[in-house]
């Protein structure tokens, strides 16, 4: 519910007389004089049309009559001083000289608010969409996530005795708040406005859902609140056969990662007989992807074995070496709701007796694709640890130092850009000091900087390049 009384004003004309109600007052209801006979929510404005002289007739006599009728708004085409003293003599609020009048007063009235009640009730049948979506995505701490996001505001799901079980926004400020509504303790709590919703019936109680809103809009986030409830008791009563499945996998994981001839015998017990893996690790910055499941989805859609873990934290796992372009294609497309990066990192394939070295190379990948908010990285694309790789055998020292080719001037020599781009990181990338140590502005150095981020390629704000430039000054002897 999004109409008020300024709303009103808006399409039907005439001038709001703020009394007992301002005019940003939501609207919840519409009566005639003659059926209207109570307050209903006094935070709220109950629209009454009818007659001038009925009106002030019935607010003549008193008592209880002229208390529920000084509550509520008047609407009406006639505007007279009478009229308007009469009002202001009883404090009733009102809307006077509309351009409708009569029963099509009434009929334009009753249509407005029909029409907002729609948009609402769109709102919500959208907003449980994704809410059902995120549910089989993420579980319940997703569904709390996303009502918090939708409802502008933050969330608490307890348990039955008062535990928590999950949050988002600001509820793990406040989840005192959150105990106190839920269990009518005398606390005083701080967030007047908070709605509680009961999760499971009286006989089957399995928690409550403390929501708060920022928006004046609280029938929708009511709404919403109700229909998270009753997912969230679905959810919670769902048994999960993964979990079971996700500790036998975490303790198989550790056997691999353990080496030796164990990890090829369990590998073939598991229905791998690859010579060599390919790790990866899937990660995200959000709750509202259950990393577990989409791991799994997108293996059984590849035909692989499930020979992953990751509960909490990032997915670490191994495919065969032909399918890390196919699980790389699915991390580039997928699209979760909200745009949150889903980042996937893909080490180099390893002999299945030594995955251990891979899965620390998918780790790295990972964190570096999370960093530079890259979808997909692989661990040989990482100028650093490639380098590093190949200084091991063979002349590492030309080739490590060829990252800096494209710094050379015109004559073949290094100049200005490699001597700043030395100096910059000789101290810890702080440009009031790089620029005081080369005597040039800050301005200047800026520009040299990303001048020579354009030419190689490098970025200065990753940890991996910097040390990769540092390396290749290192072995130019500069």
């Known amino acids: 519910m999004a109409l008020d009384l300024t709303t009103v004003v808006r399409t039907i004309g005439g001038e709001c007389l703020p009394q007992r109600l301002p005019d940003r007052t939501l609207i919840d209801g519409l009566a005639t004089l003659d059926s209207y006979v109570v307050i209903g929510n006094p935070r709220y404005a109950t629209l009454v049309t009818g007659s001038s002289a009925e009106l002030t007739r019935r607010l003549g006599l008193g008592g209880a009559d002229k208390t529920a009728l000084?509550?509520?708004?008047?609407?009406?085409?006639?505007?007279?001083?009478?009229?308007?003293?009469?009002?202001?003599?009883?404090?009733?609020?009102?809307?006077?000289?509309?351009?409708?009048?009569?029963?099509?007063?009434?009929?334009?009235?009753?249509?407005?608010i029909a029409e907002d009640q729609a948009a609402v009730d769109r709102l919500v049948t959208a907003g449980m969409k994704i809410l059902t979506q995120v549910a089989r995505r993420g579980g319940v701490s997703a569904v709390v996530v996303e009502l918090a996001r939708q409802i502008d505001?933050?969330?608490?799901?307890?348990?039955?005795?008062?535990?928590?079980?999950?949050?988002a926004g600001a509820g793990?400020?406040?989840?005192?708040?959150?105990?106190?509504?839920?269990?009518?303790?005398?606390?005083?709590?701080?967030?007047?406005?908070?709605?509680?919703?009961?999760?499971?019936?009286?006989?089957?109680?399995?928690?409550?859902?403390?929501?708060?809103?920022?928006?004046?809009?609280?029938?929708?986030?009511?709404?919403?609140?109700?229909?998270?409830?009753?997912?969230?008791?679905?959810?919670?009563?769902?048994?999960?056969?993964?979990?079971?499945?996700?500790?036998?996998?975490?303790?198989?994981?550790?056997?691999?990662?353990?080496?030796?001839?164990?990890?090829?015998a369990l590998l073939r017990r598991w229905g791998v007989?690859?010579?060599?893996?390919?790790?990866?690790?899937?990660?995200?910055k959000t709750r509202t992807v259950d990393l577990d499941?989409?791991?799994?989805?997108?293996?059984?859609?590849?035909?692989?074995?499930?020979?992953?873990?990751?509960?909490?934290?990032?997915?670490?796992?191994?495919?065969?070496?032909?399918?890390?372009?196919?699980?790389?294609?699915?991390?580039?497309?997928?699209?979760?709701?909200?745009?949150?990066?889903?980042?996937?990192?893909?080490?180099k394939p390893a002999p299945v007796d030594s995955l251990q070295r891979g899965a620390m190379q998918a780790r790295?990948?990972?964190?570096?694709?999370?960093?530079?908010?890259?979808?997909?990285?692989?661990?040989?694309?990482?100028?650093?640890?490639?380098?590093?790789?190949?200084?091991?055998?063979?002349?590492?020292?030309?080739?490590?130092?060829?990252?800096?080719?494209?710094?050379?001037?015109?004559?073949?020599?290094?100049?200005?850009?490699?001597?700043?781009?030395?100096?910059f990181l000789a101290t810890h990338g702080a440009h009031r000091a790089s620029a005081s140590e080369l005597g040039i502005h800050r301005h200047t150095l800026t520009g040299r900087i990303q001048r020579v981020e354009q030419l190689t390629g490098l970025s200065m704000s990753l940890a991996d390049d910097r040390a990769a430039a540092w390396i290749a000054l290192r072995a130019a002897g500069l």
């Open 70 to 112: 000084a509550g509520a708004v008047f609407v009406s085409a006639e505007d007279s001083t009478a009229l308007r003293d009469a009002l202001q003599r009883h404090g009733m609020s009102a809307i006077l000289g509309a351009r409708v009048a009569g029963d099509g007063l009434h009929a334009r009235l009753a249509a407005l």
């Open 364 to 423: 790295q990948a990972l964190r570096t694709a999370m960093d530079s908010e890259h979808s997909v990285l692989r661990y040989a694309d990482i100028a650093t640890v490639e380098y590093l790789l190949e200084s091991v055998a063979g002349d590492a020292s030309a080739q490590l130092s060829s990252l800096l080719d494209p710094l050379r001037d015109e004559d073949g020599e290094h100049g200005v850009l490699t001597q700043t781009l030395r100096v």
């Open 153 to 167: 505001g933050w969330a608490v799901l307890l348990d039955a005795h008062g535990q928590l079980i999950a949050s």
């Open 273 to 284: 007989h690859e010579t060599s893996l390919t790790a990866f690790a899937i990660g995200t």
């Open 172 to 264: 793990r400020l406040h989840i005192e708040d959150a105990v106190a509504v839920a269990f009518g303790r005398p606390v005083k709590i701080r967030h007047p406005g908070l709605q509680t919703h009961q999760v499971g019936s009286d006989r089957d109680l399995v928690g409550y859902l403390v929501i708060s809103s920022r928006s004046r809009v609280t029938s929708r986030s009511r709404d919403l609140g109700q229909q998270s409830a009753a997912l969230c008791d679905l959810l919670l009563r769902s048994h999960n056969p993964s979990l079971t499945n996700s500790l036998g996998r975490e303790v198989l994981l550790e056997t691999l990662l353990h080496g030796g001839q164990a990890a090829g």
């Open 293 to 347: 499941r989409l791991t799994a989805r997108w293996l059984d859609e590849l035909g692989a074995e499930h020979v992953f873990f990751g509960d909490p934290g990032p997915i670490v796992g191994f495919v065969r070496d032909d399918l890390s372009e196919e699980l790389e294609a699915r991390a580039r497309t997928f699209s979760p709701l909200g745009g949150d990066l889903i980042s996937l990192g893909l080490a």
